[in-house]
Every structure is written in C-alpha cells, then in structure tokens.
C-alpha cells in the first residue's frame, strides 16, 4: 500500500509564505511525476507545479514567479514553497504523484488526502 501525506497548510496574510511537504511511503519502487494540485470552493481542481524524475518542472501561469516546486527522491518527497500569497490562493492543496510499487511494471497514480491553505487580505 502506498500512502501520500501532505503538511504546511494554514492561514495566512496574503505576501506572506508557506512552504507544503508531502511525504509518499509504502511499497514504493519508484517516482515518476509528483505534483501538486488545489481545489478552491465551487472550483475544478487543477494544477499548480508539477516536477518530474528529471528534475523538469511545470507551473500553472497563475503562480509563475511566486511558487518553486522540489523533491527529494531519497525521502519520496515533494514540496511547494509559496510567497507573496494572494487571496484567490486560497484552496484546499492536494499531492500527486506517479508511482511504480515493487513487483509491478506500471505507475499508479496517488492522491494525498488534501491541506488547506487559506490566504486573508
């Protein structure tokens, strides 16, 4: 079984910062993709920063400039550092990730349960 476990929300001021982590355990072979999401009240999710095993990232526009995304492979973990927050960030921030599990050929891909960030003016 392979688990995906999000820390680092909260509230805060909007130009201010916080800094997700999401650890994956379990039976894990390898990572491919990891990434992060958010879903705001009566939104679709969607992407924010994505970073693949090559180290290549990905950034919505919408966070471009204020969002770094990182992993560490040796811990099978991600991480968003957020600054200069604005309001409209507000939303709950899920992890992803693309993950082969020992014994298999394929990667599955995994949700972490979810962390809200809210952001006040």
């Known amino acids: 079984q392979v688990q995906l476990v999000e820390s680092g929300g909260g509230l805060v001021q909007a130009g201010g910062s916080l800094r997700l982590s999401c650890a994956a355990s379990?039976?894990?072979?390898?990572?491919?993709?990891m990434g992060w999401y958010r879903q705001a009240p009566g939104k679709q999710r969607e992407l924010v920063a994505q970073i693949f095993s090559s180290g290549n990232t990905n950034y919505a526009d919408s966070v471009k400039g204020r969002v770094t995304i990182s992993r560490d492979n040796a811990k099978n973990s991600v991480y968003l550092q957020m600054n200069s927050l604005k309001p409209e960030d507000t939303a709950v921030y899920y992890c992803?990730?693309?993950?082969?599990?020992?014994?298999?050929?394929?990667?599955?891909?995994?949700w972490g349960q979810g962390t809200q960030v809210t952001v006040s003016s």
């Open positions: 379990g039976s894990i072979f390898s990572i491919n993709a």
């Open positions: 992803n990730a693309d993950i082969i599990r020992v014994g298999n050929r394929s990667p599955y891909n995994y």
